[in-house]
């Protein structure tokens, strides 16, 4: 199911930035007094009447000459041409400016559903010009104060209002989708390109059909599989060529559509921030994921080198211990047979359904040679563990008192589940509840 996307879109110091925190719930965007402060755009997740969409804050746009005016312009471009629904965030305090009027035409031009939200609505002064804005030409205006939360509400129902009906999934479920991801250059098309072309191969005709990515149906030795490959947006114009950097939207819905997701790390480079940044949006989606060291034909003494590549990807992801790890170099193909193994592996693990009884036999060991902790005085017991669901499995502790609960111990019980079924390549979620609570 695609997930719609919302855009915050405006002039420079009019409030998107507080308006996306008031809405995501979270202080994630960088709030200044100074214009154009947020030159990236920022992405988070919001849920609203058990309806959950995409939202994305933008650069101010401003039309005169600016440090950052052209990226910002560039990236809300992106934005709005990513967006079901815009919000154009305006200044009810200052009124229409000639950079209001310019905004307009931009969305105007780019023909989508848009709500033009009338901030800073919190004054005698500000509710005199809601008016203004009505010749701008739109059809729904709401005024709100994101500093108060006044109206927020009622810009939620709006955005809600204007999605359209979703189709469901276009794929059978036992077909693995699989996403590339990584940053520029890294050789994302060199891979998928190598996938394809596989003497293993038989790729379907039936390609690009969705607008976020490319999706490239397959089969490989009597498997389906379809690769979503990210860096198709680069056969949609030469703008796009350019901000590759600010492809994350198209990433992230990649992410979102996948089973399984590769994260491509450049062996002659090595592993940098980015590179981590990237693959955090996969383990907050909860995705089975394999890291995939690329130009790995550069590479010296290639034996010694795996041992030591190895090492640095453990240290510097140690949030992910589960991930595999592949060498192979898209170019060459060399070692390129080892990964659509450990596709598969990733996939199945990540669909994992274990034996309630299994799974309390193991627990139940595990706290017999190390009982949880006390505080004050008081132990955590677990009564009972069962499985609730997958993609990734998810895991239920039923236990006297959560509270009583060490992250260190959660860690420990994890690493036992972890030695008694194999479930490299995906996370595993354990949640924990009071007896009598409900799942």
């Known amino acids: 199911m695609k997930i719609p996307t919302v855009a915050l879109v405006g002039r420079p110091n009019v409030g998107k930035s507080t308006l996306f925190n008031r809405l995501v719930g979270k202080r994630i965007s960088i709030i200044d007094d100074i214009p154009g402060i947020t030159r990236d755009r920022i992405y988070g997740d919001v849920t609203h009447r058990d ?67 009338i901030n800073k609505v919190d004054s005698k002064k500000a509710r005199e010009n ?36 979703q189709e469901g999934e276009e794929y059978a479920e036992d077909v693995i989708k699989f996403c590339v991801l990584g940053r520029p250059n890294v050789g994302k098309s060199s891979l998928v390109n190598a996938i394809l072309n596989e003497e293993r191969v038989i790729v379907s005709n039936q390609a690009g059909t969705t607008r976020d990515a490319i999706d490239t149906p397959f089969t490989y030795n009597k498997k389906e599989y379809v690769v979503i490959d990210t860096a198709g947006i680069r056969k949609r114009g030469k703008l796009f060529e350019r901000i590759e950097k600010y492809s994350v939207l198209r990433a992230l819905k990649a992410i979102e559509r996948s ?110 040679l190390t009982p949880p902790p006390s505080y004050k005085g008081r132990r955590m017991k677990i009564y009972y563990v069962t499985q609730i669901d997958t993609a990734p499995p998810k895991i239920v502790f039923y236990v006297n008192d959560k509270k009583l609960l060490h992250f260190s111990y959660e860690r420990y019980l994890e690493n036992k589940i972890r030695e008694s079924f194999d479930l490299e390549g995906t996370p595993i979620i354990l949640q924990f509840k009071n007896r009598g609570e409900n799942q």
């Open 130 to 165: 809601i008016y203004d804005f009505y010749e701008l030409g739109f059809d729904e205006y709401i005024p709100v104060s994101a500093e108060h939360s006044d109206g927020v509400n009622t810009l939620l129902d709006a955005i809600i209002a204007n999605f359209k009906p």
């Open 259 to 368: 089973d399984v997701c590769l994260i491509l790390i450049d062996a002659e480079t090595g592993i940098i921030e980015q590179d981590k940044h990237i693959t955090s949006y996969i383990v907050e989606a909860g995705k089975a994921v394999v890291i995939v060291v690329n130009k790995w034909d550069t590479a010296k003494d290639k034996n010694a080198d795996i041992k030591t590549f190895t090492k640095q990807i453990r240290d510097n992801f140690q949030f992910m211990p589960y991930a595999q790890i592949v060498f192979l170099s898209a170019l060459t193909r060399k070692r390129l047979h080892t990964l659509m193994p450990k596709i598969d592996a990733a996939f199945a693990n990540s669909r994992k359904r274990i034996q309630t009884s299994m799974l309390n036999d193991v627990i139940a060991e595990a706290v017999s």
């Open 51 to 117: 309806i959950r969409f995409h939202l994305i804050d933008t650069g101010g746009i401003d039309v005169t000459p600016e440090l950052f005016n052209k990226e910002i312009i560039i990236q809300a471009s992106i934005a709005i041409e990513e967006a079901d629904v815009i919000v154009f965030v305006t200044d009810g305090k200052e009124g229409l400016t000639a950079n209001d009027h310019a905004v307009c035409d931009m969305l105007f031009r780019s023909d989508k559903k848009t709500i033009v939200a």
